[in-house]
């Protein structure tokens, strides 16, 4: 199947500071990738749904301006976590799909520690 | 998307098959069931998908009911290594959808050896 690539796959910051995290479609091309949040022993959320050269629509209860998402590529799509709380720790994960399929395929996930 | 109903756990002995049920009573004509696992701190996996026949591959095999009101993942022999969080989704087939997924609580499977 398709390779999707996210990094950094840990990350640990201080509260207040920003993180951004990467996505990326590695043999393939995505026009739309997707944010998911998951909070232990809980299940992906969708957070946002990501559109190369066009703004992220964002799913109800998720506020845009803390969590920036950029699609600058088929290839790319960043999300960044702003001015970051202890109560954003949580593992963040990616998807994509290959035009060709029908099926998404995910990152391996980043681990948010904010401290 | 319709919704899904999964028990929230389940075990099976390694080696024997793993049978994991899904219903999804409200599910319309053009929704395929999709099912997707997670191992423990890993992104979803995907496993299989289908419309009304029974389907196949090299990871598992998916039955899905006459009505398409129920459907059952079936890992034929079961390793320590399937031990994960099995999610079943049901969600239109399109070609032209970038494959939004909404997740249920999904069946923690634990096989044990």
């Known amino acids: ?115 | 998307d319709a919704k899904t109903t999964q028990p929230p756990s389940m075990d099976c002995a390694e080696g024997r098959a793993a049978n994991l049920p899904c219903n999804h009573s409200t599910i319309s004509g053009n929704e395929y069931v999709y099912w997707y696992r997670q191992i423990h701190s890993q992104g979803p996996q995907y496993i299989i998908h289908g419309l009304k026949n029974n389907e196949t591959n090299e990871m598992a095999s998916l039955i899905i009911t006459e009505d398409r009101k129920s459907s059952t993942l079936i890992l034929p022999h079961a390793t320590l290594r399937d031990t994960a969080v099995y999610y079943c989704i049901v969600r239109v087939f399109s070609y032209n959808q970038g494959g939004k997924l909404i997740f249920g609580q999904g069946t923690e499977l634990s096989v044990k050896p």
């Open chain 1, 1 to 115: 199947g398709a390779v999707v690539s996210q990094h950094p796959s840990w990350v640990i910051c201080k509260s207040g500071t920003s993180v951004k995290i990467e996505c990326r479609s590695l043999d393939f091309q995505a026009t739309t990738m997707f944010w998911y949040r998951q909070f232990p022993k809980q299940s992906l959320m969708l957070m946002a749904t990501s559109n190369e050269g066009s703004k992220a629509t964002y799913e109800q209860g998720v506020e845009k301006d803390k969590f920036l998402i950029n699609h600058a590529s088929l290839t790319l799509s960043t999300l960044t976590v702003t001015s970051a709380h202890p109560e954003d720790s949580s593992f963040y994960i990616c998807s994509a799909r290959d035009l060709g399929t029908t099926e998404a395929f995910f990152g391996q996930g980043t681990r948010l520690t904010v401290v």
